[in-house]
T-cell receptor, first 113, second 114 residues
């Protein structure tokens, strides 16, 4: 049972455009929703995270939008740059990650110059 | 501060063998989690250790085991290897198990089972 569904699988965006990746979850006990960025040959690195008591969190060009009633959250990358080309994973956990992160399947993002 | 280190980085084994992977967390971090990453299943949680005790376990067979030492270093063992165990094994550490604790991932050990 896939508890976190991520879409799209792959995404091509022009430089300067907005990249949008969506995730939906099933377990209403989830209370921590991080996004990770992974470059080839590297481990995932935390990009930004949100809790369900806020609807939006912004850090630089990265914004998480959270819709608790719809059980959905999304990552927006503004002014996308070629250096943003990577695989992005959404995740969810109970208790801040101590019980293990449940990851989406990932989105391979390519920013075309 | 040095990041999470994992050794070895690459490993080739044959079916039926066993393997031990090592993880050194960031200095001061006491929680270590292990994940398996495959193209088909993505990133899946294996188990988490804190203060030398396994606190949580994912849905993996008993062939997968681990331990944590008093210096927080952790090892993961897979016995009776199967072809499907070929994957990137990632270790992540965090300072504690509290709310909002960031998990920092290492570069992983890529295991190929022939």
């Amino acid at each position: 049972q896939q508890q976190v569904k991520q879409s799209p699988q792959s995404l091509i965006v022009q430089k300067g455009g907005i990249s949008i990746i969506n995730c939906a979850y099933e377990n209403t006990a989830f209370d921590y929703f991080p996004w990770y960025q992974q470059f080839p040959g590297k481990g995932p690195a935390l990009l930004i995270a949100i809790r369900p008591d806020v609807s939006e969190k912004k850090e630089g060009r990265f914004t998480i939008s959270f819709n608790k009633s719809a059980k959905q959250f999304s990552l927006h990358i503004m002014d996308s740059q070629p250096g943003d080309s990577a695989t992005y994973f959404c995740a969810a956990s109970i208790g801040g990650g101590a019980d293990g992160l449940t990851f989406g399947k990932g989105t391979h993002l390519i920013i075309q110059p | 501060k040095a990041g999470v280190t994992q050794t070895p980085r690459y490993l080739i084994k044959t079916r039926g063998q066993q393997v031990t992977l090592s993880c050194s967390p960031i200095s001061g971090h006491r929680s270590v989690s292990w994940y398996q990453q495959t193209p088909g299943q993505g990133l899946q949680f294996l188990f988490e250790y804190f203060s030398e005790t396994q606190r949580n376990k994912g849905n993996f067979p008993g062939r997968f085991s681990g331990r944590q030492f008093s210096n927080s270093r952790s090892e993961m063992n897979v016995s009776t290897l199967e072809l499907g165990d070929s994957a990137l094994y990632l270790c992540a550490s965090s300072f504690s198990r509290g709310q909002g604790e960031t998990q920092y991932f290492g570069p992983g050990t890529r295991l190929l089972v022939l």
